[in-house]
C-alpha cells in the first residue's frame, strides 16, 4: 500500500481433541474435531520512530463440530495495539499492546452470549541463528461473568525456518 501501509490477514483452523462431558458427548469419550475457525484482518501504520500502530477486526465462525470444540456464535473483535522497537534488542524483537473486544454478533440462541474485553501485553526477542523467545498473555475480562478476570502466564519458544515457516512450543 501506499507510504508503507500494510494489511494484515491471520486465519486459524484448529483441530481439537477433548474428552468434555456435555450435549453431544454424554460419555465424556476422546474425540476429535474442527473448532471455531478465526480470520482477522487489520491495517498497520509504517515504522515512524520505532513505533507502529494499528487496527483491525477479528470474526469467530462458529464452525465446531459439536458443542464441545466451539461456542455456537458468531463473534466479532474490533481491535487496536502498538509495538515498539527499541534499538537495545536485535532488529526484529518488539514490545506490543493490544486491546480487543469480543463480542457474539448471533449464532446458536441455545448458546451462552460472549462479551469478553482482551488486554494483550507483549515481548518478542530474537536470538542468534532464527530463534526467538516471547510472552504475550491475553488477560481477559468476561462481562457476560459479571466482570469475571482471567489472568495467564504465558512463554512460547521457537525458530524460523526459510523467509515464511515458523515451528513454535508454548
Given at each position: 500500500?501506499?507510504?508503507?501501509?500494510?494489511?494484515?490477514?491471520?486465519?486459524?483452523?484448529?483441530?481439537?481433541a477433548?474428552?468434555?462431558?456435555?450435549?453431544?458427548?454424554?460419555?465424556?469419550?476422546?474425540?476429535?474435531?474442527?473448532?471455531?475457525?478465526?480470520?482477522?484482518?487489520?491495517?498497520?501504520?509504517?515504522?515512524?520512530?520505532r513505533?507502529?500502530?494499528?487496527?483491525?477486526?477479528?470474526?469467530?465462525?462458529?464452525?465446531?463440530?459439536?458443542?464441545?470444540?466451539?461456542?455456537?456464535?458468531y463473534?466479532?473483535?474490533?481491535m487496536?495495539?502498538?509495538?515498539?522497537?527499541?534499538?537495545?534488542?536485535?532488529?526484529?524483537?518488539?514490545?506490543?499492546?493490544?486491546?480487543r473486544?469480543?463480542?457474539?454478533?448471533?449464532?446458536?440462541?441455545?448458546?451462552?452470549?460472549?462479551?469478553?474485553?482482551?488486554?494483550k501485553?507483549?515481548?518478542?526477542?530474537n536470538?542468534?541463528?532464527?530463534?526467538?523467545?516471547?510472552?504475550?498473555?491475553?488477560?481477559?475480562?468476561?462481562?457476560?461473568?459479571?466482570?469475571?478476570?482471567?489472568?495467564?502466564?504465558?512463554?512460547?519458544?521457537?525458530?524460523?525456518?526459510?523467509?515464511?515457516?515458523?515451528?513454535?512450543?508454548?
Amino acid at each position: 500500500l501506499p507510504g508503507g501501509w500494510q494489511v494484515l490477514t491471520r486465519a486459524d483452523i484448529p483441530m481439537i481433541a477433548n474428552d468434555t462431558r456435555g450435549p453431544d458427548n454424554s460419555g465424556g469419550h476422546w474425540r476429535l474435531g474442527l473448532g471455531d475457525v478465526l480470520t482477522q484482518a487489520g491495517l498497520a501504520s509504517p515504522e515512524r520512530y520505532r513505533f507502529r500502530y494499528g487496527a483491525g477486526l477479528r470474526v469467530v465462525w462458529p464452525t465446531g463440530t459439536d458443542q464441545g470444540m466451539g461456542t455456537g456464535k458468531y463473534q466479532l473483535g474490533p481491535m487496536a495495539g502498538v509495538t515498539y522497537s527499541p534499538s537495545f534488542l536485535p532488529a526484529g524483537s518488539f514490545f506490543e499492546f493490544e486491546w480487543r473486544e469480543q463480542f457474539s454478533a448471533g449464532g446458536d440462541k441455545s448458546r451462552a452470549d460472549i462479551h469478553r474485553s482482551v488486554i494483550k501485553p507483549g515481548a518478542s526477542v530474537n536470538l542468534p541463528g532464527k530463534f526467538f523467545v516471547t510472552s504475550a498473555p491475553e488477560i481477559e475480562i468476561d462481562w457476560v461473568a459479571g466482570g469475571k478476570l482471567f489472568l495467564p502466564v504465558n512463554l512460547q519458544s521457537g525458530r524460523q525456518f526459510g523467509d515464511r515457516v515458523i515451528v513454535s512450543a508454548e
